[in-house]
T-cell receptor, first 113, second 114 residues
Framework: DQQVKQNSPSLSVQEGRISILNCDYTNSMFDYFLWYKKYPAEGPTFLISISSIKDKNEDGRFTVFLNKSAKHLSLHIVPSQPGDSAVYFCAASQKNTGNQFYFGTGTSLTVIP | KAGVTQTPRYLIKTRGQQVTLSCSPISGHRSVSWYQQTPGQGLQFLFEYFSETQRNKGNFPGRFSGRQFSNSRSEMNVSTLELGDSALYLC?????????????FGPGTRLTVL
């Protein structure tokens, strides 16, 4: 059963505009969320995280928003750049479970120059 | 610092065979996690090792096993391969379990089962 879902397999955005990637989860015990970015032929790389005590975390052009009541998080990239074109995975975990993270199926972002 | 290395990068096996994949973590990292990535399921957690002990295990059949050596290198083994085991197998290392922001992934081993 997929506990973390990314319902949009792909997204295309013009360079300079905002990219919004969405993620939903079903387990209300999850309290730590992350976004990873993956280029072809490489492993995922950590991008940004948020814990359940916050509703927003910002790092440069990347902002993650968490809506606990809706069990929804989103990643905003502003402004989008062609180098942002990659597959983005969201992941969730529950404290004290080590590195047992549940990943979504990924959203392939294409930023059009 | 060298990154996480996985060998081999590509592997082709037939049904019923077994396979062993290897992962060398970043120097100083003692936690190694394994994931299976398939197009329809995304990344699914297989297991995590820390200091040679399995700490967590995902929902995979017993055909999937792993171990970690004293130098933190880890291997995973899949016995009696099935077509559905075709996937990209990723390992990730971190200095301590639970430090997701410090979890670094290797490039993966692409396993094809014919």
């Amino acid at each position: 059963d997929q506990q973390v879902k990314q319902n949009s397999p792909s997204l295309s955005v013009q360079e300079g505009r905002i990219s919004i990637l969405n993620c939903d989860y079903t387990n209300s015990m999850f309290d730590y969320f992350l976004w990873y970015k993956k280029y072809p032929a490489e492993g995922p790389t950590f991008l940004i995280s948020i814990s359940s005590i916050k509703d927003k975390n910002e790092d440069g052009r990347f902002t993650v928003f968490l809506n606990k009541s809706a069990k929804h998080l989103s990643l905003h990239i502003v402004p989008s750049q062609p180098g942002d074109s990659a597959v983005y995975f969201c992941a969730a975990s529950q404290k004290n479970t080590g590195n047992q993270f549940y990943f979504g199926t990924g959203t392939s972002l294409t930023v059009i120059p | 610092k060298a990154g996480v290395t996985q060998t081999p990068r590509y592997l082709i096996k037939t049904r019923g065979q077994q396979v062993t994949l290897s992962c060398s973590p970043i120097s100083g990292h003692r936690s190694v996690s394994w994931y299976q990535q398939t197009p329809g399921q995304g990344l699914q957690f297989l297991f995590e090792y820390f200091s040679e002990t399995q700490r967590n295990k995902g929902n995979f059949p017993g055909r999937f096993s792993g171990r970690q050596f004293s130098n933190s290198r880890s291997e995973m083994n899949v016995s009696t391969l099935e077509l559905g085991d075709s996937a990209l197998y990723l390992c990730a290392s971190s200095s301590q379990p639970g430090l997701a922001y410090e979890q670094f992934f290797g490039p993966g081993t692409r396993l094809t089962v014919l």
